[in-house]
């Protein structure tokens, strides 16, 4: 295959994690640039770079923001599973069966040695593997969302001349919470939001929206 075949190909991902990538290190140096500020103003000592995306400020700034996202992913994964939207592009019909419904080919109940149990079984983690990767994503951006933030915060109270805190007593403390939850409600807001727009709304080309000409009340849709 041409490289250029290959970037025509897999053009979509390469833009995203294009811009993931300029982003992130625009948010690093940024985020490096106002904490120097901030140190020079209560007259302490600035960090380099690389002791910034260090520390534990950063590595909860990035990690906060990644455990919602694939906390989202996971949750639109599952939940559109088992429950439907009438006239969204993103749920599947209201009645009948899709693709996606497959009965599995291999069975734990109807195997009859070992060769067949672990086929079986290697198949039932197959089928799940989406939702599964999104949820091991989620566990472990919440991980390092807690380690770095607890790091972070660890910094502030010595500052202050208070004892640190281990990871889980931080994650029991409003702060954590706070971080977390303002970035899952903006999430399930835009989840939500499209799902809704998608009804009546139309994109032309794009496969997260339904046709143009599509009535937005189908019953299958």
Known sequence: MSFKRMVHNNSLVITLFGIFFATIIGMSIAGWVNNNETLAAHSQPTETYIEFI???????????????????????????????QKGSADSKP??????????????LS??????????????????????????????????????????????????HGE????????????????????????EFLAVGTLLVLSIKLRERGSPQSKPVGARYDHETG
């Open 110 to 159: 109807n195997a009859e040695d070992w060769t067949h149990r672990l086929t079986a079984v290697r198949h039932t983690v197959y089928s799940h593997s989406l939702g599964l990767a999104m949820l091991a994503l989620f566990i472990l951006s919440f991980s390092l969302h807690a380690a770095g933030g607890t790091a972070a915060y660890n910094e502030e109270n010595v500052a």
């Open 163 to 186: 004892d640190k805190v281990s990871v889980g007593t931080y994650v029991t403390t409003p702060r954590f919470w706070y971080e977390s939850l303002q970035n899952w409600q903006s």
């Open 54 to 84: 260090a520390s534990g400020e950063f590595i909860e700034g990035v990690f906060e923001n990644w455990e919602s996202e694939f906390l989202q992913m996971w949750a639109l994964i599952i939940l559109t599973v088992f429950l439907r």
């Open 94 to 107: 209201i009645r009948g069966k899709t693709p996606q419904d497959t009965r599995p080919r291999y069975r």
